[in-house]
């Protein structure tokens, strides 16, 4: 029999196997590590490259007795729910209530919107844009040239495609996808 740190608890595979330390960390030190493989840590860490059918492994591991794996599982399987499968497995699974706060505490990230220039530059609260188009601002007789830089950028918490910004001293909520980063 093969002691955990020799097989990965999500997938059961034995190898290139390291330790995931759960974020965020120092969260809850009660929290460890999960032994995951190559392959379940590069998915992980890559939304973007995961592959739904390496995932029906969760099946299986959703039942370990161990607190932190069924987190990690929790969360993966609720990165995948829109494939179907995995919310039915979601709403099988069960954690305590702050197993399932901490679960929930590591999707922030995630779920936030993600605001990007038209080139896909990602844009934070106090950059400095340039417009790529000539914008007229409704509600006023205003129109914002192209080339105009907007310093100060304030992003729209609850809308990834709009920012606030200041154009000859009015603030108006201009599109992501007419400005690229400066």
């Known amino acids: 029999m093969s002691s955990n740190l020799e097989r990965?608890?999500?997938c059961q595979s034995e190898t290139a196997i390291s330790v995931y330390e759960l974020p965020p960390h120092g969260h809850n030190s009660s929290y460890r590590g999960v032994c995951?493989?190559?392959n379940c840590l590069s998915q992980?860490?890559?939304p973007d490259l995961m592959d739904?059918?390496?995932?029906r492994c969760l099946n299986d591991s959703m039942w370990s007795e161990k607190e932190e794996v069924k987190i990690l599982v929790w969360r993966i399987l609720h990165r995948l729910k829109g494939e179907g499968w995995p919310?039915?497995?979601l709403d099988m699974m069960y954690l305590n209530e702050?197993?399932?706060a901490f679960a929930q505490s590591g999707l922030d990230d995630e779920t936030k919107?993600?605001?990007?220039?038209t080139n896909g530059n990602l844009?934070?609260?106090g950059d400095q844009v340039t417009l790529i188009k000539d914008l007229d601002v409704k509600g006023s007789s205003l129109t914002a040239k192209r080339g105009t830089v907007v310093k100060k950028i304030t992003l729209v918490e609850d809308n990834p495609e709009q920012i606030e910004g200041k154009i000859d001293g009015q603030l108006i909520v201009i599109l992501t996808k007419f400005v690229k980063k400066s």
């Open 8 to 10: 990965c608890e999500l």
């Open 36 to 38: 995951v493989c190559e």
């Open 44 to 46: 992980i860490e890559n």
């Open 52 to 55: 739904i059918n390496h995932w």
């Open 87 to 89: 919310q039915d497995l």
């Open 98 to 100: 702050s197993s399932l």
């Open 113 to 117: 919107p993600k605001h990007q220039d």
């Open 123 to 125: 844009l934070s609260n």
